[in-house]
């Protein structure tokens, strides 16, 4: 677990573009992006304008932050809904837009820490220390928590504090939990769902990560609902589809821990070498389709990443500070920065959300 807070510490921000041009929203309804300040005792949200970088909002999450070696902490839906984790006090802080804002709407208990959140199925999914909970939606309305289930390690047992890094909806009837138990390989949980969507009690099945492999980390899940998972301590990146993984390639770069999907391309945030990696992923494989996308300059080492719209972000944390860093992209997946990054001034930043202009006012 030690070398998740040495190589898997950091966010930066990028930016992305469409086509040959940057993307950019309607003046009445910007592309945001939100990081999650982390706070041990008074965790709060900021709120960044994407084109201008000016910071917009800082919120209060109502509740107590301090989560590590995870991934999407935040998670946004339709450009109306952000769910931010609140890993000190068993909670998760519902946000919804409000204009070019946010405002507090709801707080959503959990069955144990929670550290990993994602929408799907008309569902909010959270990954906690030991368990994965499902909370229908109503529009953007969180209801009543409808199931849960015991997270496993292979080769059975709950997994051990500070194991689970990443939850995410893989189809209509199973979600994934990525949990790391370094130095064994690591394990897959795929988490059964009904077919309303919520999670049913069970676990369908344990997978380990492959021999010779750590730490499965963060992950991207394409449509066919195959999913390019980081091997983040051995400087893999795997493919898992149908329960297995179907294709393990050396990452060629340091400590891949984060990933972010936008169209073919998945674009992992390489810790140790403080780089962008872009990959490029088929139903039976995985390719590297540029080594160093982009290199984040700001000083820490990069960590949770999103994409969205156009735009793309990583965090950094180091020496004391984390910065959000904005790069955008075009349709072939190239990155170009947008400038300097920006300070966030909180040391331990963990988790970022790119929030689009709302789909209804599209």
């Known amino acids: 677990m030690a070398k998740i807070s040495v190589w898997c510490a950091a966010a930066a921000l990028l930016a992305v573009t469409q086509g040959t041009q940057v993307i950019h929203a309607d003046a009445g309804d910007a592309t945001l992006a939100i990081v999650m300040t982390n706070d041990p005792t008074s965790n709060e949200i900021k709120v960044y304008d994407t084109q201008t970088k000016a910071l917009l909002q800082t919120l209060s999450t109502h509740g107590q932050g301090g989560v590590a070696g995870n991934a999407r902490g935040i998670r946004q839906l339709d450009g109306e809904l952000v769910a931010v ?23 959503i208990l959990t069955t144990s820490a929670p550290v990993s959140v ?24 969180v209801g009543a928590r409808d199931g849960t289930a015991n997270l496993e390690i292979a080769g059975g047992g709950s997994p051990a504090n500070g194991s689970t890094a990443q939850v995410g909806v893989l189809d209509r009837r199973r979600a994934l939990v990525t949990l790391k138990t370094d130095p064994t390989p690591g394990t897959i949980d795929l988490v059964a769902l009904d077919e309303e969507g919520a999670v049913t009690g069970t676990l369908s099945q344990v997978v380990s ?21 980081t091997l983040a301590h051995s400087n893999h990146d795997g493919l898992f589809r ?8 050396a990452a060629g770069q340091a400590a891949p821990c984060w990933i972010a999907r936008a169209g073919k391309y998945a674009f992992t945030a390489n810790t140790g070498s403080k780089t962008i990696t872009r990959l490029v992923a088929t139903g039976n494989n995985v390719f590297v389709d540029d080594l160093v996308a982009a290199s984040v300059t700001a000083g820490g080492a990069p960590s949770d990443i999103d994409a969205e719209n156009g735009v793309l972000g990583v965090i950094d944390r180091g020496a004391g500070q984390a910065h959000l860093t904005l790069f955008s992209y075009n349709r072939f997946g190239e990155l170009a920065g947008t400038g300097p990054a920006i300070t966030i001034g909180v040391p331990n930043a ?5 929030l689009p202009p709302s789909a209804e006012g599209r």
Do not use: C, E, M
Request: charged share 15%; aromatic share 12%.
């Open 85 to 107: 984790v609140n890993n000190g006090s068993n909670d998760v802080a519902v946000f919804k837009r409000d204009g070019n804002g946010l405002k507090f709407d709801q707080l």
């Open 118 to 141: 994602d929408f799907g199925n008309d569902h909010l999914y959270v990954a906690g220390a030991t368990t994965i909970d499902s909370f229908p939606l109503t529009g953007h309305r």
């Open 209 to 229: 990560a492959p021999a010779g492999t750590l730490t499965p980390f963060g992950f991207a899940v394409y449509p066919d609902a195959t999913a390019v998972i």
């Open 242 to 249: 149908n329960g297995s993984f179907v294709a393990v390639i």
């Open 350 to 354: 963990n988790g970022v959300a790119i």
